[in-house]
């Protein structure tokens, strides 16, 4: 039965770290899954550390990519520090999934800014549901740190009502042959962690 | 049909092949790159880089001519540097068929000013699509081809940056069977655009704007829903989806076509609704138009001149009571500006051009980030080509005062973009200035684009390789030097040397992109910051290379320091250039 209400993910973090790719993944599940599915993002300077961030919007019938901010259910950040930079895009009651590696700005590295390092007890002590984990670590035991994103995806998965098999046949389509394995593995871990 | 997932450029390109059509120029520029990059994919297409915008329309002008049905891409700043043979293709007409795709950028995510292009349609005299969505921006595409078939005119297509990168469920449709209609075909008196042709054909552009006029007021993309009556929304593209997002249930007259307008059709709808808002990014282009036809209406004095919508700037202008989402963590966040990448050949160069002091004038490609702290490599930047001849005005503008203190900068593809006229202008009015042309071997910024000084073309097949320093040399430039920007001692002597000599000088920085992956760069292994000799002057922090971090608290006996610095194994390519600024040997 499909939710007829439109419903908002945030994908956030810096560029390089497959953000692109990961919305890309989920839209292709929701569009498997029955839903129209719209998404939004910048690219052009993404390539070269800057911020990225990508819109999923879903549901029977979705007009704007873009989601209003304090609209947003779901966000799920590749980066510590850039949760806390979409905070006015969420709900009052949103859930949050995060990876804990810091990737510190310019302005921190020269040492004229300093760095969030108490973001996870900021959003645990606003958020009623906050996942934070390290993906990169999982993503390592899996075979490869560049598959974060799809351990990402796999803990986002258990927020959606999407069966197992429509997520396995989106990555077996996503990835070239080699690279299939190493992620279904990656998305497990997201899983369990 | 089948269900894709699809971009907005994707489906462009999607929709070009569709509508039977195998012919395309352009010049790369976000947000417009993909179009081209995606039609190229496409069987039996023939689909070619031009080195500038310009260049592509006409080539899509000389083929329409010979009775193609012809297509040329650029990003909206792009449309300026073709305005010339635009404006006047519009007289002549084509004898094929010619759509133009701007891509414009409102917000500015990628570019160095968000004109509107729609603009371009009323000042050119040309019809102008606009889609909403990747759907429409497939389906559209082969809209223009007809009106531009049916009324012997070329046809704009506009995207915006939420229409070209955002994607979307496109249902596919059947590819038409492309039909050669090529054929030489003389008619002078319509294509030779002397005065007595020029007056004539002047007199055929009205009546064709009149016939055009006619046609938008059954044009099916124009598209009225009668809803609430109390509030009525004329709207077009991308802001229609936002408005729709927030306001449901109020009447709306979306517009796909944008020029010219319907206005029996707008009439009408005004006279279904009692309170109209009018739902545009960027310049009252619509409001106006509606205004001058007598129709009270509100726009600008409510929405936001700048930047681009998204459903909240619609929904807080129109219920100006509302409250806006505020964010709960309100302490500042350090800025993450984009960053030349680990291992980047501009790097070193603008890390030694900052020593000379002198004025740097940049231009458009990803040296312009060394604009940022802490390399603070640029002084100006103001559009394709422009610092070559900025440098050279300058130059004669201060006289002894500028003697070696002005120098341009320019990448590979921009020197052939638009780079060659004002050096071969420096030749000739003797300049002073310095020129660095930093030859990286590809379009970098948008994503290693083939040009015409790397031996490949957008279909991959082999092509003739243009040597930048004959071709300096051939502009009347004496003094050239090739350099490798990563051997610093060579490049500040270099620079030095240059700026002391009189009369023009080129250096040519050469070192492939470190992402390009045709240069086959063989990794080196990543450098370490040795603890024990690292006394903490942070100056190999003045490289802004991303590996590279600041420790604070690590103190040594001995030492004044506060702390040291660190290298991200995972990040470092191993150029090796914080080696050669490191003072005391730490870090190898």
């Not at chain 2, 370490?528 to 802004?544: I, T, W």
Request: charged share 20%; with cysteine; glycine share 8%.
């Amino acid at each position: 039965m499909i939710d007829s209400k439109v419903k908002s993910i945030l994908f956030a973090g810096v560029g390089g770290q497959g953000i692109l790719r990961a919305s890309d993944i989920i839209c292709m599940a929701m569009m498997e899954a029955g839903f129209d599915v719209k998404k939004s993002e910048v690219h052009g300077m993404a390539q070269r550390g800057g911020c990225v961030t990508s819109h999923v919007r879903y549901g029977t019938k979705v007009y704007s990519p873009l989601a209003e901010s304090g609209s947003i259910e779901t966000l799920v950040s590749f980066e510590k520090m850039e949760a806390l930079r979409y905070l006015k895009f969420l709900t009052k009651d949103a859930s949050i999934i995060l990876n804990t590696e810091e990737i510190y700005p310019p302005a921190v590295n020269m040492g004229e800014a300093t760095y969030p390092y108490d973001a996870i007890c900021f959003l645990k002590n606003h958020y009623p549901n906050v996942i934070a984990f390290n993906a990169a670590e999982l993503a390592q035991k899996a075979g490869n740190i560049k598959a974060a994103n799809v351990v990402l995806l796999g803990a986002l998965s258990n927020l959606m009502n999407v069966e197992k098999s429509v997520w396995e046949s989106v990555i077996k389509k996503s990835f070239p042959k080699k690279l299939v394995k190493l992620n279904l593995d990656a998305f497990q871990m997201g899983i369990a962690a | 049909m089948k269900k894709e997932l699809m971009s907005g450029n994707e489906a462009i390109a999607r929709g070009v092949y569709e509508a039977g059509v195998r012919f395309a120029a352009a010049y790369p520029g976000t947000p417009s790159t993909e179009i081209m990059e995606e039609f190229a994919k496409y069987d039996d297409v023939y689909a070619e880089w031009a080195p500038n915008e310009k260049v592509a329309v006409e080539v899509a002008i000389g083929a329409a001519l010979g009775g193609a049905r012809a297509l040329a891409v650029m990003k909206h700043v792009g449309v300026n540097v073709a305005a010339d043979p635009i404006f006047t293709v519009s007289y002549t007409g084509i004898e094929g068929a010619l759509v133009i795709i701007s891509a414009d950028d409102p917000s500015m995510h990628s570019s160095q000013n968000e004109q509107d292009n729609r603009n371009y349609a009323k000042f050119a005299k040309i019809p102008m699509l606009e889609p909403a969505d990747p759907q429409e921006a497939k389906d559209y595409v082969s809209l223009a081809f007809q009106i531009s078939e049916q009324f012997d005119t070329p046809v704009f297509l506009r995207s915006t940056t939420r229409v070209s990168h955002s994607k979307s469920v496109v249902t596919l449709s059947e590819p038409q069977m492309h039909e050669d209609k090529t054929t030489l075909k003389h008619n002078a008196g319509k294509y030779v655009m002397v005065p007595i042709n020029a007056r004539t054909r002047r007199v055929e552009v009205e009546k064709r704007q009149m016939a055009l006029k006619k046609f938008a007021e059954t044009f099916p993309e124009n598209k009225m829903e009668i809803n609430d009556p109390e509030v009525g929304i004329i709207t077009a593209g991308m802001p229609y989806n936002y408005a729709k997002d927030v306001f449901p249930n109020y009447s709306y007259l979306k517009l796909g076509m944008i020029y010219p307008l319907p206005e029996k059709l707008i009439r009408h709808f005004a006279s279904k609704v009692k309170k109209i808002y009018v739902v545009e990014e960027l310049d009252p282009y619509l409001e106006e138009q509606i205004k001058a036809m007598g129709i009270p209406v509100t726009g600008k004095d409510i929405f936001p001149y700048t930047n681009e919508f998204d459903p909240g700037v619609i929904k807080n202008a129109i219920n100006s009571d509302l409250q806006g989402a505020v964010s709960p963590y309100k302490e500042s966040l350090a800025q993450r500006p984009p960053n030349l990448c680990p291992g980047c050949p501009h790097r070193g160069l603008f890390y030694a051009l900052k020593k000379s002091k002198a004025y740097v004038h940049g231009d458009i490609g990803c040296y312009t980030l060394s604009y940022m702290k802490p390399l603070e490599g640029l002084h100006s930047c103001i559009c394709m080509g422009a610092s070559i001849g900025m440098a050279h005005g300058m130059s004669k503008a201060l006289k002894e005062k500028g003697k070696g203190k002005v120098v341009g900068v320019i990448g590979d593809s921009t020197f052939l973009h638009s780079g060659i006229t004002s050096l071969l202008n420096m030749a000739y009015n003797n300049s002073d200035a310095l020129i660095i042309i930093l030859d990286n071997s590809t379009t970098a910024m948008t994503g290693m684009q083939e040009h015409p000084g790397t031996g490949y073309t957008l279909m991959g097949k082999e092509a003739k390789k243009v040597n930048l320093n004959v071709l300096v040399s051939a502009l009347g430039i004496q003094n050239i030097r090739v350099i490798d920007p990563n051997n610093l001692k060579e490049t500040k002597n270099a620079i030095n040397e240059e700026l002391a000599s009189s009369g023009p000088s080129v250096i040519i920085a050469q070192k492939p992109c470190a992402l390009f992956k045709r240069a086959n760069i063989k990794p080196q292994p990543p450098l370490k910051v040795d603890a024990d000799k690292c006394e903490g002057c942070k100056s190999c922090l003045g490289l802004n290379c991303p590996p590279i971090s600041w420790k604070e608290g690590v103190t040594k006996v001995g030492s004044k320091r506060k702390g040291i610095s660190f290298i991200d194994e995972t990040l470092c390519n191993g150029c090796g250039l914080c080696a050669q600024v490191c003072k005391f040997g730490a870090i190898s």
